[in-house]
């Protein structure tokens, strides 16, 4: 299938950076568009598109989902990972393209089920992004990692501490992993918060942002 969603920017008439904004399981490409205004504060060049999952919520009526989430042990979420993977990629190639656009201008903003498939994607095109920002998520497939990571481009990672649906564990796990692979990671908890994005986090998302596309 192809993908479609919303799409906010540049501001300034030309493309130049390109950010994919990855949802949840259930919402949609609707959900964290409206993270681009503030993003865009850093990035006045940048467009921001945020494309609706690859399948229908299979345990609701409405939303959008990368894989299901039926089965939450790691097998078989890699494996949903893996399935979506391609279809992701495709539709990286197509708005790079579409843009005049290299990987080197993309960033990959992934929440939750998002950032499970923005690390998984991002470390395995063949050319490094600028950057993967992962919020509430966690890493899958780490026992390939060491062999099937085809770039280390630099993550952010930003979990909040009181998170009741993914575990903040999943933050120490995947910087721990990330590094041993030699990716950089710059990894962040935040007291006091649970399965969300805070204004701190996207504040930490404009700087990380600026300095990946080299604006500072």
Known sequence: MELEGPRV???????????LLLHGVGASGDDLIGLAPDLARSLPDAVFVSP??????????????WFSLQKLDPPTMLRGAETAAPVLDRYIDTLLQEFGLTDAQLALFGFSQGCMMALHVGLRRAGPCAGVLGYSGMLLG???????ARAKPPVLLVHGADDEVVPAVCLQHATHMLKSIEVPVEAHLRPGLGHGID???IRLARDFLSRCFALN
């Open 199 to 201: 204004p701190e986090g």
């Open 142 to 148: 780490d026992a390939k990692l060491a062999t099937e």
């Open 9 to 19: 920017g540049p501001a300034s008439g030309t493309a130049k950076q390109l950010v």
């Open 52 to 65: 609706h999952g690859a399948e229908p919520f299979d345990m609701a009526p409405m939303g959008r989902q």
